[in-house]
């Protein structure tokens, strides 16, 4: 095992995450490890801004936190 492997975890009872492109709504698995969109380079979110909800839904256009729209 070489030291240092950053988490290639693939526990199957991880809740799924998404990113979520502010510009497009393109919503992209975190492990996918995409940070930025490939549609606008736009910095993906990973989670609502306002209240640090994570984003469960590749549909999520709104906080399930806090109702805050998550597109500008
Ligand atoms: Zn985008
Ligand atoms: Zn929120």
């Known amino acids: 095992?070489?030291?240092?492997?950053e988490g290639e975890d693939r526990t199957p009872d991880?809740?799924?995450?998404?990113?979520l492109c502010p510009q497009c709504a393109r919503a992209v698995p975190v492990q996918?490890?995409?940070?930025?969109?490939?549609?606008?380079?736009?910095r993906l979110l990973s989670a609502c801004p306002a209240c640090?909800?994570?984003i469960t839904s590749?549909?999520?256009?709104?906080?399930?936190?806090?109702?805050?729209?998550?597109?500008p």
């Open 32 to 42: 996918s490890g995409e940070l930025y969109c490939v549609n606008d380079g736009a």
């Open 52 to 54: 640090g909800a994570a």
């Open 1 to 5: 095992m070489p030291p240092g492997t």
């Open 58 to 71: 590749p549909y999520s256009r709104y906080c399930s936190g806090c109702g805050r729209i998550l597109k």
């Open 14 to 19: 991880v809740p799924l995450h998404y990113h």
